[in-house]
């Protein structure tokens, strides 16, 4: 995985089966039971599940409204830093699809870099095709700092389960110790290091998407079901109330169409997130829509 970035060594790089496993190697070796995991809501859920599988607690930091995009509350998330022991971000952040500032992560990793003990700072950059904005090249600086990717997004390899982090060698070696022994088979590894020496392929797809996602937010938003701006392969549309949202997602379902759902505790409870598909797959979705509006 190290020979597809410039500068990167073996020993600065970690793999695991998804990027789900390689965050659970992270909750694993940096969140003994009791300390705080700070997480900016709403995100990806796996960060609340992982810190509580290991008897940690989540510190929840609300995220800017969405009239303001999501954006990372960064004054709040500084603030927190130094009650926690790992900060979970996730830039473009899913479920959202807002990309946070490069500016407003930096503010971030100096802050944690500025304390005694800084926390372990993980970027979640599994949907970094559709920016380009990264910050592997930052692990020198911040030696707290850990990347993560994977081949499940943009490269459309979700079933070869392949995700890894990059970050400095002694916080991969720190990782190391409670890796899974074999978790990754060499056909999966394979796959993905044939898939990492082709980006194009990847940018090509994630451009296409893009255009694909914003040909379809407009259409929905036509239905009556806006949805903020987003840089990654999926809308989150607003519905109406929760009840309006778990009757949409019933129709979906019913159709044989998965959306994201939002329990009526979220934040985002009104709210269904959409993955962007091929055209004929989005159009048989607006299909769908027009089905449960004219119901």
């Known amino acids: 995985m190290a020979a597809a970035y410039t500068g990167v060594s073996p020993t600065e790089v970690i793999v695991g089966a998804g990027a789900d496993e390689v965050l659970d190697i992270v909750a694993k070796a940096c969140l003994p039971?009791?300390?705080?995991?700070?997480?900016?809501?709403?995100?990806y859920a796996m960060y609340g599940v992982l810190?509580?599988?290991r008897a940690a607690r989540?510190?929840?930091v609300p995220r800017l409204p969405a009239a303001d995009g999501f954006r990372l509350d960064v004054d709040a998330v500084c603030a927190r830093l130094p009650e926690v022991s790992v900060a979970w971000l996730c830039t473009p952040n899913n479920p959202t699809g807002?990309?946070?500032?490069?500016?407003d992560v930096e503010r971030v990793l100096e802050a944690a870099a500025a304390l005694p003990m800084?926390?372990?700072?993980?970027?979640?950059?599994?949907?970094?095709?559709?920016?380009?904005?990264?910050?592997?090249?930052?692990?020198?600086?911040?030696?707290?700092?850990l990347c993560v990717r994977t081949v499940s997004k943009a490269f459309g390899l979700a079933g070869v389960r392949v995700g890894w982090a990059v970050g400095a060698r002694?916080?991969?070696?720190r990782l190391e110790r409670v890796r899974p022994p074999g978790s990754v088979s060499t056909?999966?590894?394979?796959?993905?290091?044939?898939?990492?020496?082709?980006?194009?392929?990847?940018?090509?797809?994630?451009?296409?998407?893009?255009?694909?996602?914003?040909?379809?937010?407009?259409?929905?938003?036509a239905l009556g079901w806006p949805s903020p701006p987003s840089v990654a392969n999926f809308l989150l549309v607003r519905i109406g109330d929760h009840a309006a949202a778990d009757g949409a997602a019933?129709?979906?379902?019913?159709?044989?169409?998965?959306?994201?759902?939002f329990g009526p505790a979220n934040p985002l409870r009104g709210h269904l997130r959409l993955t962007v598909r091929s055209r004929s797959e989005n159009e048989r979705l607006l299909e769908v829509v027009r089905g449960w509006h004219a119901a």
């Open 33 to 43: 039971a009791g300390s705080l995991a700070l997480v900016p809501i709403p995100t």
């Open 51 to 53: 810190t509580s599988q």
């Open 58 to 60: 989540v510190l929840a």
């Open 98 to 103: 807002a990309a946070d500032t490069g500016a």
């Open 118 to 145: 800084p926390p372990v700072v993980v970027v979640d950059e599994a949907y970094f095709e559709f920016t380009g904005q990264t910050f592997v090249e930052r692990r020198e600086r911040y030696p707290n700092l």
């Open 170 to 173: 002694p916080l991969i070696a």
């Open 187 to 221: 056909i999966s590894t394979t796959l993905a290091a044939a898939a990492l020496r082709q980006p194009a392929y990847a940018r090509d797809n994630a451009a296409r998407l893009s255009a694909e996602r914003d040909w379809l937010a407009a259409e929905l938003a």
């Open 250 to 261: 019933e129709h979906l379902l019913r159709s044989g169409i998965v959306p994201r759902t």
